[in-house]
């Protein structure tokens, strides 16, 4: 018998009208703006009509450090929103668009797998509505702005080398990393060296996320710093009057996207920053429209705990004001052999040893989480290859550690395989422990948060960074930037800036070799290590096999 993708499954789904959707959480049709049948935007007037509501109860969803086996981070996201649903809780689930890059890249879509997906599949992977081409644009049109400024004589003085705004493209082309704009001549403007980012890293996707309203949207726009003058005086957008034509071309994106899971659960799907580069998390104006409407709102933050989870909490929840209830650590037997030492090749051998061995990295993630005063569950995404003794050892390693690990087959069974996890999620959430306290507090120094994340995160021995970060940081503080979070940019796949350091090292370096002010959206950029804020493509890319089929269906995605 022969396994059905991804996209068959998706391809097979029995959706509902997005009116019915919207109806489950209370949504009338007249507050939906369609994108065909089977996905909405949520106008705002009626969120702004949500306010006195209470709360439903936050959980969120992360992850051991991702590997190449696999952990289903989105895909648990998921089957723990349906598994909600099937136990009598209205659920709501809130998670982020996927970015073209790594779709035609290496790392896949963002919509879930098997029989724990949201649909429609093909859209959200591919465009959506349009949201990330509406943030390109907009960060785009303020970077022609600069240009076009300096270019009519550079009334505000601009220094043409300390412009920090680099352009933005939704696709991976390690090309652009460094280029030059500018050359064939004055008509063309000033040569000057510059580069891209993918779209995700953007300033301006962050500020989507983290707007409250679009009054709020424009502005941190307006905020946001693009250059220097000659006597390192900062340069707003607001200066260049470019805040409310970006706010124009932002007005549709700022609006939720409304889907819905395999089995009907609503879905809100809007923002996507990458959390190895970005801050990670589906945006703030979705998850609040879901708490007022839902029970439970099940959300998720990008690659590993280290990463998406840390800045889930220190940038996220301190900047909206939101209170997790509780948290859920996605690990796969598969992945913890690798953090063991296993080579992919191997995994399908037992291995009990090397489970163990893999837990540090899932035993670092449980306390990491609970540093923050939330509680934890472990979700053990099943693979068929698994076998008894492999889950009996990761049962016993986090019972040890004084959580529950709950096996879950929402990927081969849908909502009903996590039913178990939505009812120990249930009794985690109303059992009322969570005593949620970010990292550190807004007036500690900017290196020292900085510090701090290394030290108690990733287990770090030492943070290092050249004089000219070092100043920069300090001219920040007396700016009056010292009370801003800090995001690290840093490899996804280990607690160090080393890629290949796997499990749950301890006593490393990590380097911090830029620092960007990202004034806006409210968070200093802390770059670490070998980390690019525009991705290439690999050997391989997935474009290579995407494609129409005789009957124009996509096929090769995923």
């Not at 006195?52 to 969120?60: A, Q, S, T, V, W």
């Not at 799907?269 to 589906?282: D, E, T, W």
């Not at 004001?321 to 399908?348: H, Y």
């Not at 249930?426 to 900085?450: N, Q, S």
Request: neutral net charge; glycine residues 10%.
């Amino acid at each position: 018998m022969s396994v059905r993708t991804d996209l068959e499954i998706a391809r097979a789904a029995r959706k509902l009208p997005i009116q019915e959707i919207g109806a489950r959480l209370g949504i009338p049709s007249s507050a939906l703006l369609p994108y065909g049948h089977d996905k909405a935007k949520v106008d705002q007037d009626f969120i702004r009509s949500l306010s006195d509501r209470p709360d439903g109860k936050l959980i969120l969803v992360t992850a051991i450090n991702p590997t190449p086996a696999g952990e289903g981070k989105t895909t648990t996201t998921v089957g723990l929103g349906d598994g909600l649903a099937r136990i009598g809780k209205r659920a709501a689930v809130c998670i982020r668009e996927a970015s073209l890059g790594p779709n035609f890249g290496m790392k896949g879509g963002a919509a879930g797998g098997g029989m724990a997906q949201v649909v429609p599949m093909e859209d959200m992977n591919l465009h959506f509505t349009g949201d990330f081409h509406a943030i390109t644009a907009a960060h785009n049109l303020l970077a022609a702005m600069i240009d076009n400024h300096i270019y009519w004589g550079n009334a505000l003085d601009i220094d043409e080398r300390r412009i920090a705004w680099r352009r933005v493209m939704d696709m991976n082309d390690r090309a652009l990393r460094d280029c030059v704009v500018g050359l064939g001549g004055v008509s063309n403007g000033y040569p000057r060296q510059t580069g891209f980012d993918i779209t995700v890293a953007s300033e301006v996707m962050a500020i989507l996320c983290l707007a409250e309203d679009l009054a709020d949207l424009q502005d941190r726009l307006g905020r946001i710093v693009v250059a220097y003058t000659r006597d390192k005086r900062p340069i707003h957008a607001r200066d260049l009057k470019a805040e409310g034509a970006m706010t124009v071309l932002l007005k549709d994106a700022m609006q939720p996207n409304l889907v819905q899971t395999l089995e009907n659960t609503p879905a809100f799907v809007h923002g996507g920053p990458f959390a190895n580069i970005a801050h990670g998390c589906n945006s703030v104006i979705a998850t609040r429209t879901a708490l007022k409407l839902a029970d439970y709102v099940v959300t998720e933050a990008g690659f590993g705990a280290d990463l998406g989870a840390e800045k889930f909490f220190d940038i996220k929840c301190r900047k909206a004001g939101l209170s997790p209830a509780a948290a859920v650590v996605v690990a796969t037997v598969r992945a913890l052999k690798m953090n063991g030492g296993v080579e992919r090749a191997d995994l399908g051998t037992e291995d009990v040893a090397a489970v163990t061995r893999g837990c540090a990295n899932l035993g670092r993630h449980i306390a990491n989480v609970r540093g923050f005063g939330v509680p934890v569950v472990v979700a053990i995404n099943h693979f068929s290859s698994d076998t008894e003794a492999e889950i009996a050892a990761v049962r016993a390693y986090v019972a040890a550690h004084g959580a529950e690990a709950v096996l879950c087959r929402h990927w081969e069974l849908g909502g009903a395989g996590a039913e178990d996890l939505a009812r120990w999620v249930v009794a985690l959430a109303e059992g009322g422990t969570a005593r949620f306290a970010p990292l550190y507090p807004d007036d500690m120094g900017l290196f020292a948060k900085i510090e701090t994340v290394a030290r108690r995160i990733y287990h770090a021995g030492a943070v290092v960074a050249d004089k000219a970060v070092l100043a920069q940081l300090a001219t920040w503080e007396a700016a009056g930037y010292g009370n801003l979070p800090v995001c690290m940019a840093k490899t996804q796949y280990s607690f160090s800036t080393d890629p290949t350091l796997r499990g749950a090292p301890e006593g490393h370096t990590v380097p911090v070799r830029e620092v960007r002010l990202s004034a806006g959206a409210g968070f200093i950029v802390a770059i670490c290590g070998e980390i690019m804020t525009m991705p290439g493509l690999p050997r391989h890319p997935a474009a290579e096999t995407i494609g129409l089929d005789a009957a124009g269906q996509v096929e090769g995605l995923f």
